[in-house]
T-cell receptor
Framework: DAGVIQSPRHEVTEMGQEVTLRCKPI?????LFWYRQTMMRGLELLIY????????DSGMPEDRFSAKMPNASFSTLKIQPSEPRDSAVYFC?????????????FGPGTRLTVT | DQQVKQNSPSLSVQEGRISILNCDYT??????FLWYKKYPAEGPTFLIS?????DKNEDGRFTVFLNKSAKHLSLHIVPSQPGDSAVYFC???????????FGTGTRLKVLA
């Protein structure tokens, strides 16, 4: 099993540029999560998809952030325009969610630096 | 406001000794708790969990204790090994839901 795949692993961009982060969940998982990790706030849930449908986007910080899941094997998180305070590690996680509290499996993350 | 707090950003322990990582939460309605471990350049991986109907759950060298009245949980690692050096995240949830509320993490360093 390849696990959750994220790309790119590192992204450096200038303020004002558009950034797109990509995620491929584990095959067969029906739920996908985007998290952001910062020193001050730890791991924060940004958005949750179930069966490709966004269920909870209350963690998305601003309208500059958007996420899509066009099919069961692909999701994107886009930031447009990017700002220096968006610098963080962004994780994608997936889960089977067939029962209560099924484990979330995390990808390796994308380290985003906005200068 | 942080609903799950890990007040110790770092901890150093000698190999073979006990590591105790602490976590406090504010919402008494949380009824499911987890610990995740994270190595550098990798995503967090699930370590151990506990439901609020229990006060202890053990898995090999790892034991999680839950004190509901104090809204406190702790992870004990005995004996600690250098390979345990990682960042440990505590998370709280409502049973049967998807939403995990994570703490800020504690970096454990086990000294050989």
């Amino acid at each position: 099993d390849a696990g959750v795949i994220q790309s790119p692993r590192h992204e450096v961009t200038e303020m004002g540029q558009e950034v797109t982060l990509r995620c491929k969940p584990i095959s067969g998982h029906n739920s996908l999560f985007w998290y952001r990790q910062t020193m001050m706030r730890g791991l924060e849930l940004l958005i949750y998809f179930n069966n490709n449908v966004p269920i909870d986007d209350s963690g998305m910080p601003e309208d500059r952030f958007s996420a899509k899941m066009p099919n069961a094997s692909f999701s994107t998180l886009k930031i447009q325009p990017s700002e220096p305070r968006d610098s963080a590690v962004y994780f994608c996680a997936s889960s089977a969610l067939k029962g209560a509290n099924d484990e979330q499996y995390f990808g390796p993350g994308t380290r985003l630096t906005v200068t | 406001d942080q609903q799950v707090k890990q007040n110790s950003p770092s901890l150093s322990v000698q190999e073979g000794r006990i590591s105790i990582l602490n976590c406090d939460y504010t919402n008494s309605m949380f009824d499911y708790f987890l610990w995740y471990k994270k190595y550098p350049a990798e995503g967090p991986t699930f370590l151990i969990s506990i439901s609020s109907i229990k006060d202890k759950n053990e898995d090999g060298r790892f034991t999680v204790f839950l004190n509901k009245s104090a809204k406190h949980l702790s992870l004990h690692i005995v004996p600690s090994q250098p390979g345990d050096s990682a960042v440990y995240f505590c998370a709280a949830s409502f049973s049967g839901t998807y939403k995990y509320i994570f703490g800020t993490g504690t970096r454990l360093k086990v000294l050989a």
